[in-house]
């Protein structure tokens, strides 16, 4: 059994900072992409940013320049720093992760529960 568990969330002011942290637990063989998602109200899930085990990064233009993805193979953990926040980025915020449980397994998407990211003066 695979579990993410996401960190990190919470209110800032606009121009603030947040620090996600998404870690993976259980039985698992491989970890390959990683990333983080958000879904904002009445609004579809958006890929962010995303990660590969070799450590390419690719980021959705809004966050460009503002949000760092970062991960720990080893810890088997993503990061998410996100800077100078503004309204539009209030979203849950999902952690994704594609996972070989075992060596002959396929390859399997993975999800956190999301933490919740409010930017509000």
């Known amino acids: 059994q695979v579990q993410l568990v996401e960190s990190g969330g919470g209110l800032v002011q606009p121009g603030g900072s947040l620090r996600l942290s998404c870690a993976a637990s259980?039985?698992?063989?491989?970890?390959?992409?990683m990333g983080w998602y958000r879904q904002a109200p009445g609004k579809q899930r958006e890929l962010v940013a995303a990660?590969?085990?070799?450590?390419?990064?690719n980021y959705t233009d809004s966050v460009k320049g503002r949000f760092t993805i970062s991960r720990d193979n080893a810890k088997r953990t993503v990061a998410l720093q996100m800077n100078s926040l503004k309204p539009e980025d209030t979203a849950v915020y999902y952690c994704?992760?594609?996972?070989?449980?075992?060596?002959?397994?396929?390859?399997?998407?993975?999800w956190g529960q999301g933490t919740q990211v409010t930017v509000s003066s």
């Open positions: 994704n992760a594609e996972i070989k449980i075992r060596i002959w397994s396929t390859w399997l998407s993975y």
């Open positions: 990660i590969t085990s070799g450590g390419n990064t």
């Open positions: 259980g039985t698992i063989f491989s970890c390959n992409g």
